[in-house]
C-alpha cells in the first residue's frame, strides 16, 4: 500500500486507508482473535485515533501498520478486560507464528479470501451472508445494507450480530475449503456477491426491479475474489457477468424515461467495460470448465453482439438459456429462457416455456415477459392486463410508467 | 402477520389526482398497484382518501366539542391512503411497500397491527 505517500492531508490519508485497506486489515485481525465483531470495533477505535493523532503528528509513514497496532493493542486491552484467556492462548501462538512476517516488510497478509469463505459459510444465515460480506470486506454500514436489501435497519443489525457471534461461539475456521468443499463453498460465496449486485436481471425487458444499489460494491468484491483466485473460472464468469450489465447503465434510462435493452442505444453502452467483461469471459472458458455464471455472462456477451452486427442472435440466446436451467433452474433464468424462445421462435412457443417455468407468485418478470408475449401472439386485451400486473408489481417508477406506457399502446 | 400500509403524499401529489395532464399516470399507477394488491390476496382491507382540505376534526375537552375544519397538523405531507395487509412478516410487508407509488415521491410507514380486543363471551 502507497497510502503514506500520496496523502498530504490526515483525514484524506485516513479514508484512503480506509477505502483500500478496511477489509484487509479487518480479515486480518479477525483471523488473529477469531472475533469479527471486537476486530470491527477495535479498528474503527483505531480509525477514530488516527483522525485524531494524524493531523498534529503527521500521517505515519505505513498507515496500515500502524492502524493495525493501535487495534492490536485495543483488542489486547477487550481481551484482559473480558478474561478470555483460553481464547488468547491460540491467538497468542498464532501472534508469534505471523507477527515476524507481518511486520518488518509493511505489507499485510491478505486474508480477505478466507473472511469470504467465512462470511457464506453453510452454518451462516442465508439472509446474512451478503450483508455480512459487505460490512466486513468493504466496510459499508449497516444502515446503508439495510436499505439496499429492504429490510429495517434494527432487523438487519440484529442479522449481522447474530451472525457475527456465531462465527465466534461456533468456531467457524478462517480457512480456505478443502478441495472436495471447494466448488459447493465457492458458490455460496459467488452467490453473495451477486446478491449484492441485484438478482432481477431480466435480459428481454431489462427490468431489474430488484437492483439493490450496491453494484459499484459487488463488482469491487469480485475483482477481490478474481485476484485472490485467478484460476476459478466461476469467479472469472461472475465479473464478466456484472459487467456487461453495469457497461449499459447510462443506456437504461433516456430523458428520464426506461429503455428496456432492445431498444437501449448501444452508443451509449461503455464499450471499455464491455471489453474488460469480454477479456474476462476468454479467461475463464479456457479451463474448460463452465458454470451458470460463465453461461449467464455469455448471454449478455451476445446481447453486447448487437453493438457490432446490429442485431440480436436470439437462437443463440436461447439456447444458452437451456443450458443455464439444467445448472441452475432459478425462476429467474427460467422466465428469461421462455423470454428467449419468444424472440427465437414466436410468441406462441414463449407462452408455453413460460407457463411451464412455475414462476413464483407475484413474481414481477414473469408479468412483464408474459405481458410482451401476449401482445406479440395477438391476445391484447390479456396483454394489457399483464401489463398493468406488471406495473403493480415493480418498485421502480421508471419501469412502472414504461409498462403503463406499453399497456395503453397495445 | 398484519401490517398497515400508511401512504403519506405532499400536496403537489394531491395537485396531480385533478391535473388534466398529470392524472393520468396518477391514478393508473395507483390502480395498477391496488390491482396487484388484490390479485395477491393479501389485502384486509384498506382505502384512498380525499384530501386534506376535506378533513374535519373533532376534540372533546372537558364536556365540550370543539369541530374544526382542515387536518389537525401543518404537516408538508398528509395521508392519501391505506392498506392492512395479511403477509408473513415484515420483510414481505416492506416489500409491497416499496412497490407502492408513494414511496417514489411520497412515504410509507409500514406498522403491525395489534390483536383484536377479546369479546365479550
Known amino acids: 500500500m502507497s497510502a503514506g505517500s500520496a496523502a ?90 505471523e507477527r515476524g512476517a507481518a511486520e518488518p516488510s509493511g505489507s499485510i497478509p491478505d486474508e480477505r479470501l478466507r473472511l469470504m469463505f467465512v462470511c457464506a459459510h453453510p452454518a451462516i444465515d442465508e439472509a446474512a451472508r ?7 470486506v468493504l466496510g459499508l454500514d449497516a444502515a446503508r445494507i439495510a436499505s439496499a436489501f429492504l429490510v429495517a435497519p434494527t432487523a438487519m443489525g440484529q442479522r449481522l450480530v447474530r451472525a457475527k457471534t456465531k462465527i465466534r461461539d461456533a468456531g467457524i475456521a478462517f480457512r480456505i475449503p478443502e478441495p472436495e468443499d471447494l466448488p459447493e463453498r465457492l458458490d455460496a460465496v459467488l452467490q453473495a456477491i451477486y446478491a449484492a449486485f441485484g438478482t432481477g436481471w431480466d435480459a428481454i425487458t431489462g427490468t431489474d426491479t430488484a437492483r439493490a444499489d450496491l453494484a459499484g460494491e459487488a463488482i469491487w468484491l469480485a475483482r477481490v475474489l478474481v485476484s485472490l483466485m485467478p484460476d476459478e473460472p466461476e469467479a472469472s464468469g461472475l465479473l464478466a457477468l456484472m459487467l456487461h450489465a453495469e457497461a449499459r447503465r447510462e443506456a437504461r434510462v433516456a430523458d428520464g424515461s426506461f429503455v428496456p435493452l432492445g431498444q437501449q442505444d448501444v452508443g451509449l453502452w461503455r464499450h471499455d467495460m464491455t471489453a474488460e467483461a469480454e477479456m474476462h469471459l476468454r479467461r475463464a472458458a479456457s479451463a474448460a470448465r463452465p458454470g451458470r455464471f460463465q453461461i449467464e455472462a455469455a448471454i449478455q456477451s451476445v446481447h453486447a453482439e448487437r453493438a457490432r452486427t446490429g442485431r440480436t442472435n436470439w ?66 386485451q390479456a396483454a394489457r392486463e399483464a401489463y398493468e400486473r406488471a406495473a403493480g408489481l415493480t418498485a421502480d417508477q421508471r419501469v412502472r410508467a414504461f409498462l403503463l406506457a406499453r399497456r395503453d399502446r397495445t | 402477520m398484519q401490517y398497515m400500509l400508511v401512504f403519506s403524499e405532499g400536496q403537489d401529489a394531491f395537485d396531480r389526482r385533478n391535473d388534466p395532464e398529470k392524472a393520468g399516470p396518477y391514478w393508473g399507477a395507483w390502480t395498477a398497484y391496488a390491482r396487484a394488491v388484490a390479485e395477491a390476496g393479501i389485502v384486509v382491507s384498506g382505502a384512498g382518501l380525499q384530501p386534506p382540505a376535506t378533513a ?9 366539542r370543539h369541530v374544526q375544519d382542515g387536518p389537525f397538523a401543518d404537516a408538508k405531507e398528509h395521508l392519501g391512503g391505506f392498506f392492512v395487509i395479511d403477509v408473513p412478516d415484515l420483510d414481505a410487508a416492506l416489500e409491497w411497500a416499496a412497490r407502492s407509488p408513494a414511496a417514489s415521491y411520497g412515504r410509507v410507514e409500514v406498522r403491525p397491527t395489534l390483536p383484536p380486543p377479546p369479546m365479550p363471551a
Do not use: C
Not at chain 1, 23 to 40: C, F, I, N, P, Q
Not at chain 1, 130 to 136: C, D, E, K, V
Open chain 1, 8 to 97: 498530504t492531508e490526515p483525514r484524506a490519508a485516513a479514508e484512503l486507508a480506509a477505502r483500500t485497506s478496511y477489509g484487509r486489515l479487518l480479515a486480518y485481525l479477525a483471523r488473529e482473535w477469531r472475533d469479527v465483531a471486537a476486530a470491527e470495533d477495535a479498528l474503527a477505535e483505531a480509525f477514530a485515533q488516527a483522525l485524531a493523532a494524524w493531523p498534529g503528528a503527521g500521517v505515519p509513514d505505513h498507515p496500515e501498520a500502524w492502524l493495525l497496532t493501535v487495534a492490536r493493542r485495543g483488542l489486547m486491552r477487550a481481551g484482559r478486560r473480558a478474561r478470555t484467556a483460553e481464547r488468547l492462548r491460540p491467538v497468542a501462538e498464532l501472534l508469534d507464528e
Open chain 1, 130 to 136: 451478503t450483508p455480512l460480506m459487505l460490512q466486513t
Open chain 1, 315 to 380: 437462437p443463440a440466446i436461447a439456447g444458452l438459456y437451456d443450458l443455464l436451467v439444467t445448472l441452475a433452474p432459478t425462476a429467474g433464468a427460467r422466465v428469461a429462457r421462455a423470454a428467449a424462445i419468444g424472440e427465437a421462435r414466436g410468441p406462441a412457443a414463449g407462452l408455453a416455456a413460460l407457463e411451464a417455468a412455475d414462476a413464483p407468485d407475484n413474481y414481477q418478470p414473469y408479468w412483464a415477459v408474459r405481458a410482451h408475449l401476449l401482445s406479440g401472439s395477438g391476445d391484447l
Open chain 2, 56 to 64: 374535519t376534526h373533532v376534540t372533546v375537552r372537558d364536556g365540550k
